[in-house]
């Protein structure tokens, strides 16, 4: 096989996508299954469809094109560019959006394509990210939709813990509720969707607390690592050990742990700090900041510490290290959120399914 590359174990992928599916749908609340951290890679998101999953969802409407053969309806998460409304329509069922100007132009985009495109609008109840403050300009907005031929109102949504870093609990989630509630009230609209936020979301499903109403989550990192976003806590019985990251070593020599000369600014403009260790066993990996950067990854083997990384080299300290190694040596790393979203990102690493016989198959 082929390096740097970042294996994804499908059986595991499937437990966990099995048990939040099962844990929202015993509470009669749909699941979006969220492929923007992986670049949609079609090969897992067909596991999200088999594993039971409502709807898969993205940022981008390029991701969400390469999962056009995929029969789920497709969520656009990102708030749709009036400047890419056509494919917005065309390759997704429905968008979040908060400003009617783009609603618009969706409308219009779905006239030519003879199509219904639904839309539900997101309320911002504090986080600072997408949504209308003002509830007023969120029925004002709904009122204007409900006038559209070409579009279908399907709801209301918050997100929540992405950029202000607010927790969903029963006041933030109880206004959405309020909002469906004033829907119903003042134009006589139900809302088929009331999508409740992310992963951040669970800890109130796993201590029975969520507010009755919401009937939609929207799942990425839950999925891919096994944890709540909101306290981090392990969801139990999913599995953290889906993507493992494989670089090989390039390089391996015996040097000093303090640079010698005279010392200026390193690739990327800082001045590094070394501490004296003496001489120490270094490795070279061919593996770089445009695959991940270093902090995004945990060497997954005992007595390894990754050093630093230019754009293409990345050097580990493996002088505790136990095991043999020599040049031509694979090295293995588990890549946080950050980490999975920059490696399926790099065009230079391979994407690769295990199945359950431990056979690989690479991504295309
Ligand atoms: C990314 C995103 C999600 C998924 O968030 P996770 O924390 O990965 O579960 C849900 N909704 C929206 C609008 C998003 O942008």
Partial sequence: MKNPRLEIDSIKLKENSEILAG????????????????????????????????????????????????????????????????????????????????????????????????????????????????????????????????????????????????????????????????????????????????????????EGRMVPGINNLRLGESILLGRETAYGKRIEGTHGDIFTLRAEIVELKTKPSVPRGKRGVNAFGEVPAFKDRGMRRMAILALGKQDAEPHNLTPIEDGIVIVGASSDHTVIDVTDYKGELSVGSEISFRPDYAGILRLTTSQYIKKVMVGSDGRKTECL
Avoid: Q, W
């Fill in 23 to 206: 844990m929202l749908h015993r509470k009669g609340i749909t699941c979006a299954a969220v492929t923007k951290a992986f670049c949609a890679i079609k090969e897992a998101a067909e596991i999200f469809k088999e594993a039971g999953m409502d709807f898969l969802a993205d940022s981008r409407v390029s991701n969400l094109k390469k999962l056009k053969d995929i029969d789920l309806p497709k969520l656009m998460l990102r708030l749709p560019m009036i400047s890419e409304a056509e494919d917005t329509v065309k390759y997704s069922d429905i968008s979040l959006n908060s400003e009617i100007e783009t609603v618009r132009v969706l409308n219009k985009e779905a006239g030519k394509l003879n199509k219904k495109h639904g839309v539900i609008l997101m309320a911002d109840l504090g986080d600072l990210r997408e949504g209308y403050p003002e509830e007023d300009d969120l029925i004002k907005a709904a009122e204007e939709i409900l006038t559209m031929e070409h579009i279908e109102f399907k709801g209301i949504g918050v997100n929540l813990t992405c950029v202000g870093g607010v927790i969903p609990d029963e006041d933030n989630l109880g206004e959405l509720k309020g909002i469906k509630e004033r829907l119903k009230r003042e134009l006589n609209t139900d809302c088929e969707i009331v999508s409740g936020g992310n992963s951040s979301s669970l800890p109130l499903i796993m």
